[in-house]
């Protein structure tokens, strides 16, 4: 209900600078790490559409400082650098994203559920292909729901 994230959240005018000082504004205001979580998911969600990918990455990083490291924040750090067509660095963006996933249980069956899409996909792009499709075999017979998130699934790398 805070009036100033409502703003933002509806102005589509807002430049790359003028997210990082709502972002800090409101990480000024808010202490509670939920709290922190929800800024830093709109922030980088933002970052992603304008595609700036450089801050975005720098925003996940301060996020994990922050907040501790997960593997969605990897794994956004890897879709960057990818997107930045830095293989090399985005693969192993990946890799910290898989050691995290593989560490970490979901705590509902929607996060369980992206956590294995995410192994999936993660072992993918690193072009671990045989893992890749176990994990896809898990997701199908685990969570039917998420089938169209494996759309590669079935392409001969």
Not at 13 to 41: C, G, N
Not at 101 to 112: C, Q
Request: hydrophobic letters at 40%; one cysteine or more.
């Amino acid at each position: 209900k805070d009036p100033d994230y409502l703003k933002a959240l509806g102005d589509s005018e807002q430049t790359v600078t003028d997210i990082e000082k709502w972002m800090e504004k409101l990480l000024e205001r808010y202490h509670d790490p939920s709290d922190q979580a929800v800024i830093f998911s709109e922030v980088t969600a933002e970052l992603r559409f304008k595609k700036d990918y450089l801050t975005l990455i720098k925003i996940c990083k301060k996020k994990m400082e922050l907040l501790g490291e997960s593997y969605f924040d990897w794994e956004s750090i890897g879709d960057a650098l990818s997107d930045l067509e830095r293989t090399a660095e985005a693969k192993d963006a990946y890799l910290q994203a898989i050691r995290l996933a593989l560490a970490n249980k979901g705590e509902t069956a929607d996060l369980e559920g992206l956590r294995l899409v995410s192994l999936a996909v993660m072992n993918w792009q690193v072009q671990n292909f045989d893992e890749a499709k176990r994990w896809a075999k898990e997701v199908i017979a685990k969570y039917p729901q998420y089938r169209s998130h494996l759309y590669w699934l079935n392409a001969n790398p």
